[in-house]
């Protein structure tokens, strides 16, 4: 059963509405496993540590091995999904995952959990760019605003219930049982996926670019890697001067060879759509000071108010679980109805931000202050997050919408790196000018421990206001990616219609080469 795009561009339907619920079931079960495994080895280190007799630097292979594989495939998982059919893709990523992490269970030393946690990776990038691609596909307009909304609602709930999940099950179970319990999933997901979701791909597709995958993976690869490495070795170390080296080549070079491929895997001339531009910027923004200023507020509570991470990522539940209730009632999805995609980005990352300074900035209120800056920001998240990932997707032709949710992907993993890095340094410099002593310290324990009594409750001071410097910073990215966000659409919007003008039609009369209704080039619309 295989679905194409009609002649006027519009996905043909697929799936009867009966059974579209539980196709969205099974892509967002596997969709959460995916992003779990994002953040739910937080806790386990040093468990790990401990466990495998490895070093920091090995453990932090570990930890950054899925993500470096996940950012470094999307884009060309992306083009491939639309090529070779999206449920294919999504079958083979969901194989690769659960074998991987059944590998990675079995482990017996740091260098094979790299292996294996880069495996995982590798299938998360072909589930992720597949999962909301699939979406765009089964839903009809009229369903896809709150189908989206429960598919970004998800990746929320996913990143913020990573370490208290971790934490529970080491508490419980081995520590390999961490990667095991994917394997059941998977196996689920692969059977609910080969019965329920129909094939579509993308009809008339020229040669593979292959050269554009490559340097698409290198140039996210080095990027994420150089950033992830800020923190430790300085931005001027040589590792973070090869590696951004590297991006800044590797990307340079997509970018001259992309313009001239016939059928890119990402197109440069997406780029001129003041929509794709504008909700690009917000993902990337929203990501950067989301996870930035997430980073900071786990250490708020377990420093400044003295939680463990399992008190911490209990205490911080009301965020994803609102976002969830919000989209699961429908209550979000009628919201952005009635404002329209500009107001619902402009009023959903300015609540996000002043949740984030509710709950970063006031951290010496109560529980109930830190509840009203969750729930602010889980209001933001419920309004900003389907907007702007349906402003993406919205951008591309729909044939593309592998390759669109690629862009989302990778352009989240770039943003929420540089918010963990950008705002960690902005806590590490700030520290370090309050309490001249932590400069040299391994970290804020050993700097605490070093302190002593007597002056460990003036370090903590000094923390705490470091911390609400990072969160101003983070608060700041969210308000301007809200901005620039609503200026774009809305200029986009003034120009080609509501919602950004209707799709590209295949007889389009544009001549190759000129910017046709969404600013797209003709080229890219062939077959």
């Given amino acids: 059963m295989t679905t194409g795009v009609s002649s006027d561009g519009r996905a043909a339907p697929a799936v009867r509405a009966d059974r579209r619920g539980a196709v969205l079931g099974v892509i967002c079960l596997v969709q959460l496993v995916v992003v779990l495994d994002n953040s739910v080895l937080t806790v386990a280190v040093p468990t790990l540590s401990r466990e495998l007799d490895a070093s920091m630097a090995a453990i932090q292979w570990v930890v950054n091995a899925y993500p470096l594989a996940q950012a470094g495939l999307l884009l060309a998982a992306g083009a491939a999904a639309d090529r070779y059919g999206r449920r294919r893709l999504l079958l083979t990523g969901l194989a690769l995952f659960g074998l991987c992490s059944l590998a990675a269970g079995l482990c017996q030393d740091a260098g094979q959990l790299v292996a294996a946690r880069a495996g995982m990776g590798m299938g998360g990038a072909l589930i992720t760019c597949t999962t909301l691609a699939v979406l765009i596909q089964v839903f009809p307009e009229g369903a896809r605003g709150r189908a989206i909304g429960i598919w970004a609602a998800v990746n929320g709930l996913g990143f913020a219930a990573g370490p208290p999940l971790g934490g529970l ?39 593979p670019d292959v050269p554009g995958a490559v340097l698409s993976a290198v140039g996210v690869v080095a990027l994420v890697h150089a950033v992830t490495s800020w923190p430790e070795h300085g931005a001027v170390s040589l590792p973070v001067l090869a590696a951004t080296g590297t991006a800044v080549a590797a990307l340079t070079a997509l970018v001259v060879w992309e313009r001239r491929c016939a059928d890119p895997v990402l197109a440069p001339q997406l780029f001129r759509s003041a929509r794709f531009t504008g909700a690009v910027t917000g993902v990337l923004l ?123 992907g990778t352009v989240g993993e770039v943003g929420g790196s540089l918010g963990v890095a950008v705002l960690g340094a902005v806590l590490s410099s700030r520290l370090a000018a309050l309490q001249p002593q932590t400069a040299d310290a391994a970290s804020l324990t050993a ?70 209704p969404r600013g797209v080039a003709e080229p890219l619309r062939q077959g």
């Fill in 169 to 207: 099950i080491l508490s419980h179970l081995p520590w390999g049982a961490i990667f095991l319990v994917n394997v059941p999933v998977a196996l689920v997901g692969l059977a609910a996926a080969r019965w329920l979701i129909p094939e579509s791909r993308r009809e008339g597709a020229g040669r």
């Fill in 286 to 408: 929203i990501t950067f000071g989301s996870a930035g200023a997430l980073f900071l507020l786990a250490q708020q509570l377990q420093y400044v108010r003295g939680y463990t991470a399992l008190e911490a990522g209990l205490c911080t539940a009301p965020f994803p679980l609102s976002v969830v209730l919000l989209n699961i009632r429908g209550l979000a999805p009628r919201m952005i109805a009635r404002l329209g995609e500009v107001r619902a980005v402009t009023l959903g990352m300015g609540s996000l931000a002043c949740g984030f300074a509710v709950a970063g900035v006031l951290d010496r209120g109560g529980y109930p202050v830190l509840l009203t800056g969750l729930l602010l920001m889980g209001l933001g998240c419920a309004l900003a997050n389907p907007a702007i990932v349906e402003a993406v997707m919205g951008s591309i032709p729909p044939d593309r919408a592998g390759s669109g949710a690629a862009v989302d």
């Fill in 447 to 516: 700097a605490l421990e070093a302190a002593g009594p007597e002056d460990g409750a003036a370090v903590l001071d000094a923390f705490a206001a470091a911390a609400r410097t990072g969160q101003m910073y983070g608060v700041a990215a969210v308000m301007a990616g809200g901005l620039v966000t609503a200026y774009l659409l809305r200029r986009a919007g003034l120009r080609d219609g509501p919602r950004g003008g209707p799709a590209p039609r295949d007889d389009d009369p544009a001549p190759r080469g000129v910017a046709g």
